[in-house]
């Protein structure tokens, strides 16, 4: 082991004790509580601080940050949307010296150098006074351009993960992969588009990125509860076919669009042939249990393989019962889940992904 090495072991242990990791994790605001239940159902005993009220928690486990991880990204969490390994901690108050000092140990680390591509993500906390978020990144690409490594945004070998509080600094390195999103903290950002119909199309935009889907390969969608239309939107854009049912309007803008049919109505007034879609997305922030009924009420119209897109509004206060309920419904129906996942841009929701067989 280099002094470097031997170095950086020491400080790793001073975090992270023999056989023990710790982790800063993040869900979405007020689900906090939902990813820490997770991690209890993997790991038994969790011990946990709040970092930032109800969605960042800082989490010691009694396994080793690479079984952890393992088991953590295997067991495809629904509400703990974000992990990054605390591999240094400074308590202090003084941002410009514990973000040198982490600069100091990220250095010392021996991961950063020349031709290296390293994301630098920092997040703080509300109680931090200091300095943005994209300020303190900058001052930290500052602090670490003698490694020579490139700094990018996205495709890095590496990220840096720095969590500031009011009282200390979590700093770790750890591949994309292991972090369950490669952005910050899990905060999946698009651009705005000039004109878009609905914050809603980011939902569908992000499933499609998480669910490694292609919309662009399937043939003809229906979209139940489509209004205004982000969803619609979407689909039309990637070049299919889409029936919009709601009985609320579409935007104008996609009336006069040649491969949308509209119908509007209440989606359990209306009737279709068998296997006339091969994607099935409904958003209809319903009551999950008349939701299960309209849509499995439809499902004759999807075909078998066909892909369904579905979210599911949480309604009381036990999401984990709910979910499974609504799970198991669908199951009984042909809809084989693929994956549950409260997004980004989910709210009081989750995201079903579903193939029918
Ligand atoms: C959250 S909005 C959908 C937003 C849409 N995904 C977008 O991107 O613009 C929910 C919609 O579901 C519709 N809806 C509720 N119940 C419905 C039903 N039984 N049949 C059809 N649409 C329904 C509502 O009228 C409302 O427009």
Same mark, same amino acid.
């Given at each position: #082991? ?9 400080? =790793? ?13 993040? *869900? ?12 209890r ?12 009220d109800?969605? =960042?928690?800082?989490? !010691? &486990? ?9 088991q ?6 629904i ?5 990054q390994?605390?591999h ?5 108050e ?8 982490a *600069?100091?140990?990220?250095?010392g680390? /021996? ?11 920092v997040? !703080? ?7 943005s ?7 930290l690409?500052? &602090?670490?351009?003698?490694s020579e490594?490139?700094? =990018? ?19 770790g ?12 903290? /899990?905060a999946?950002?698009?651009?705005r588009?000039e ?7 980011f ?8 669910f ?13 509860g *489509? ?6 939107s ?12 709601d ?21 359990g ?13 409904? $958003? ?6 008349? #939701?299960v009924? &309209?849509?499995t ?10 892909? *369904? ?5 949480? #309604?009381?206060k036990?999401?984990?019962a ?9 199951? $009984? ?5 693929q994956r ?18």
């Amino acid at each position: #082991m280099s002094e470097h090495e031997e170095e950086k072991q020491v400080i =790793v242990n001073e975090v992270q004790g023999q056989g023990e990791s710790v982790f800063v994790c993040t *869900a979405n605001r007020d689900f906090a509580a939902y990813a820490q239940e997770e991690l209890r159902r993997l790991f038994g005993s969790v011990k946990s601080s709040v970092l930032s009220d109800r969605e =960042v928690l800082l989490v !010691k &486990l009694n396994t080793t940050e690479e079984e952890a991880v393992r088991q953590i990204v295997d067991s495809r969490p629904i509400f703990l949307r974000h992990i990054q390994p605390v591999h240094f901690e400074r308590e202090g108050e003084n941002a410009g010296e514990l973000l040198a000092e982490a *600069a100091s140990f990220v250095l010392g680390s /021996g991961k950063l150098g020349a031709g290296v591509k390293v994301a630098l993500q920092v997040r !703080k906390s509300a109680d931090a006074d200091s300095d943005s978020s994209s300020q303190l990144k900058e001052w930290l690409e500052e &602090l670490l351009r003698s490694s020579e490594a490139e700094f =990018v945004a996205a495709g890095a070998d590496w990220i840096v993960s720095i969590y500031l509080t009011g009282s200390a600094l979590y700093a770790g390195i750890s591949r994309p992969e292991n972090n369950l999103s490669d952005w910050s903290g /899990g905060a999946v950002r698009f651009r705005r588009e000039e004109g878009q119909l609905s914050r809603a199309k980011f939902k569908l935009l992000e499933a499609e990125r998480e669910f490694g889907l292609d919309f662009s390969a399937y043939r003809s969608a229906v979209d139940i509860g *489509a209004a205004p239309g982000g969803w619609t939107s979407l689909l039309l854009e990637r070049g299919l076919r889409v029936t919009a049912v709601d009985p609320a309007k579409l935007h104008p803008s996609l009336l006069k669009l040649p491969n949308l049919t509209y119908i509007r109505k209440n989606a359990g007034e209306i009737k279709f042939r068998d296997n006339e879609f091969d994607l099935l997305v409904c $958003d209809m922030s319903w009551s999950p249990k008349l #939701m299960v009924q &309209l849509v499995t009420g439809l499902l004759h119209a999807l075909s078998p393989g066909g892909t *369904a897109i579905i979210t599911i509004k949480l #309604m009381h206060k036990k999401p984990m019962a709910l979910i499974k309920e609504v799970i198991a419904s669908f199951e $009984d129906s042909r809809l084989q889940v693929q994956r549950a996942k409260q997004l980004f841009h989910n709210r009081e929701e989750i995201t079903l992904y579903m193939i029918k067989y």
